[in-house]
């Protein structure tokens, strides 16, 4: 099984994650993306898809229009993990 990240761990990964919020209550991070329309937020959520399908690690996230907003969070270990740390590096590599 995973292990959550100790608190040490948790603020090392956050610094290497400027654009990701850490959400304390659910012990999460989450990120606001916003896109010309909805075909390219659309596109984007494909690509996240396919990433977390490859990783066995899927988001919480919701769509409205040209935003897509992402919660990540290892429910099995309770809260932040190192496999939501490599999806949000992931992630914020299909934008950059």
Known sequence: ?????????????????????????????????SFEDFSQAFAFMTRVALLAE?????????????????????HDAGGLSSRDVDMAQAIDALVD
Do not use: C, Q
């Not at 209550?25 to 990120?31: E, H, K, L, V």
């Not at 899927?58 to 990540?72: A, D, F, G, K, T």
């Open 54 to 74: 490859k990783a066995d690690h899927h988001p919480e996230w919701s769509n409205v229009y040209n935003r897509v907003e992402i919660l990540l969070t290892t």
């Open 1 to 33: 099984m995973i292990e959550a990240l100790s608190e040490a761990e948790r603020v090392e990964a956050l610094e290497g994650l400027p654009d990701w919020d850490h959400d304390e209550a659910r012990d999460s991070i989450t990120r606001s993306f």
